[in-house]
């Protein structure tokens, strides 16, 4: 099995920073492509940023300039560093990885339990 535990969520006033870690463990062969979503109340679950295994990155417009999406191949950790956050981005933020396993076959999208980032105006 492979679990994805976040940290780093809070309450942050308008303009502040916060970093978020989502680290994996388990049977892990391999992890292809790693991520960042989130959800904000009544609205649908929407990406946020994405990285490759080589360190190719993708951005939400809404978060480009102002987010960074980095990992730690050998601590199988992605990290999400923002900045200049404003009260639109409250919402749960939760990780995910595509997960290969030592038991082989494809990879597999394993998902974070969501950690709350919260910015006040």
């Known amino acids: 099995q492979v679990q994805l535990v976040e940290s780093g969520g809070g309450l942050v006033q308008a303009g502040g920073s916060l970093r978020l870690s989502c680290a994996a463990s388990g049977s892990i062969a391999r992890i292809d492509a790693m991520g960042w979503y989130r959800q904000a109340p009544g609205k649908q679950r929407e990406l946020v940023a994405l990285i490759g295994s080589g360190g190719s990155t993708n951005y939400a417009d809404s978060v480009k300039g102002r987010f960074t999406i980095s990992r730690d191949n050998a601590k199988n950790t992605v990290y999400l560093q923002m900045n200049s956050l404003k009260p639109e981005d409250t919402a749960v933020y939760y990780c995910?990885?595509?997960?290969?396993?030592?038991?082989?076959?494809?990879?597999?999208?394993?998902w974070g339990q969501g950690t709350q980032v919260t910015v006040s105006s």
């Open positions: 995910n990885a595509d997960v290969a396993t030592v038991w082989g076959g494809l990879s597999f999208r394993y």
